[in-house]
């Protein structure tokens, strides 16, 4: 693979990421209406589980595509999950390594089984961490803007 071929690769990966930005958007506006609410009716479970899937499909983009193609071009390898987020720490793309490890873990809860009685408080942990996940993958989008720009 030739570094233009990384970069092309960086390009589409993050368009799929302002792509799923729009829908984490527009699905946590609407979720954030009724998500304190003890009791969901069909329409706002629907809408919970559409935004927990956005939530671990924005997660996975941003994980697993984007930042890991930052690091193919920015070190010529991939790093380990610890050592990019103290590389993404520094580049103050995250707060703290701790923020991208919840999120991820949290990904992890959505696309694992879980129970029925655990539903409500995995949609309140998911809207309570969605606009932080929103708020890295903006700050990642602009950083590539910069990777880019120097190349």
């Known amino acids: 693979m030739t570094y233009n071929d990384k970069i092309d690769i ?4 993050v368009q799929s990421l302002s792509d ?3 829908w984490l958007q527009r699905l946590f506006t609407i979720c954030n209406e009724f998500v304190d609410s003890d009791k969901l009716t069909d329409s706002e479970f629907d809408a919970m589980e559409a935004l927990t899937a956005r939530f671990a499909r924005t997660t996975d983009i941003l994980t697993n595509k984007v930042l890991r193609s930052i690091t193919y071009i920015e070190h010529g390898e991939s790093l380990t999950w610890i050592d990019s987020l103290i590389y993404f720490e520094k580049q103050e793309l995250i707060s ?4 991208l490890r919840l999120i991820k873990e949290l990904r992890n809860d959505i696309v694992h089984e879980y129970t029925f009685s655990d539903l409500i408080e995995l949609f ?5 961490q969605t606009g932080i996940l929103i708020s890295i993958a903006k700050n990642t989008l602009q950083y590539v803007e910069k990777v880019i720009a120097k190349l």
């Open 124 to 128: 309140t942990e998911v809207t309570k």
């Open 10 to 13: 960086l390009k589409e990966n």
């Open 96 to 99: 703290t390594i701790d923020e």
């Open 20 to 22: 799923s930005i729009i």
